[in-house]
């Protein structure tokens, strides 16, 4: 099973990708399909800001240092 951690932000570009073609060629799923991606999209945006924060807390580190 896979986690939210278990896969990068490009490798999940790539799941949306595949998402959207995969909508075009059923679109008997198409809900099913939307729900998934949503959820992808999702979890890029929150990798996304995880990853801001943690440049912020460095660049927050490096201000104190050169300020001491």
């Known amino acids: 099973m896979i986690t939210k951690s278990d ?5 999940l570009h790539y799941l949306h990708e595949v ?3 995969q909508r075009m ?6 809900k099913k399909i939307d729900q998934i991606r949503n959820k992808i999209l999702t979890e890029i945006e929150w990798q996304q800001m995880k990853e801001k ?16």
């Not at 896969?7 to 490798?11: A, C, D, P, V």
């Not at 060629?25 to 198409?30: A, E, G, M």
């Open 53 to 68: 924060l943690s440049d912020d807390e460095k660049d927050n580190l490096y201000r104190k240092k050169i300020v001491k």
């Open 19 to 21: 998402l959207l073609f």
């Open 7 to 11: 896969l990068s932000i490009k490798e």
């Open 25 to 30: 060629l059923d679109p008997k799923n198409r």
